[in-house]
């Protein structure tokens, strides 16, 4: 049985992880017993080590090429370690972000170029890429707003920096929406977590129905 890789992008509070637990509730029972749920930066003890250098805001000084050659060398172990034996499983991997967040976010939101930070990346996974990604599109304001709300005072590194940052960051989905249109589908995420799960289901079941069988 061939295994998928899933992943879900979006700006930071567009909830991405509470999504995914949705969408896993609406999965028939069969498939949730072969589907792994995994996160970046994360997923594995050595993975989410990194994630907490990355993110503590005490990194004030971390260059811009350190922070994408960190999530590189995080995604290489969470790729090597939990997402390629799972595939080779056979199961259905749905992940909350991946390469797609570096580019987005170093590419463009750092300036460094989306070839560049690909290159990086395509070294570390071998090359990985999803079966279909999920964009959840919200507006960056409104997304910084919800974590606000939620967990004031508790934003990680890159949730506190401007919202300039977080507009280029969002231009850079829209950029890798219109350069992967086969890969990369885009859900309101404005809309209640149940309808934005549903969409995302429906966009599963049409693009990879064999997943269904």
Avoid: C, W
Avoid at 4 to 28: H, M, R, S, W
Avoid at 156 to 182: C, M, S, T
Wanted: glycine share 8%.
């Amino acid at each position: 049985m061939r295994g998928y890789l899933i992943t879900f992008e979006g700006p930071d509070g567009a909830g991405k992880t509470t999504v995914i637990n949705e969408i896993i509730k609406q999965l028939p029972q069969s498939l949730q017993e072969r589907t792994l749920v995994t996160r970046e930066p994360g997923g594995s003890k050595i993975s989410e080590n990194i994630r907490t250098i990355i993110l503590d805001p005490e990194n004030k000084e971390m260059d811009d090429r350190t922070e994408a050659l960190l999530y590189a060398a995080q995604r290489s172990q969470h790729v090597s370690e939990v997402i390629r034996p799972a595939l080779v499983a056979g199961k259905v991997v749905l992940s909350d972000r991946f390469i797609d967040s570096s580019l987005a976010y170093q590419g463009v939101g750092r300036n460094l170029g989306i070839e560049e930070v690909k290159q990086i990346n395509d070294f570390g996974t071998g090359g990985l890429e999803p079966d279909l990604t999920i964009f959840l599109d919200l507006d960056p304001a409104v997304g910084l707003a919800r974590i606000e709300k939620e967990r004031a005072g508790q934003e990680d590194r890159l949730e506190q920096e401007k919202i300039d940052f977080h507009n280029k960051v969002y231009a850079g989905y829209r950029e890798l929406l219109e350069r992967y249109p086969d890969r990369i589908k885009k859900v309101d995420a404005n809309l209640p977590i149940k309808d934005v799960a549903a969409n995302s289901v429906k966009i599963i079941r049409k693009q990879l129905p064999d997943i269904f069988m």
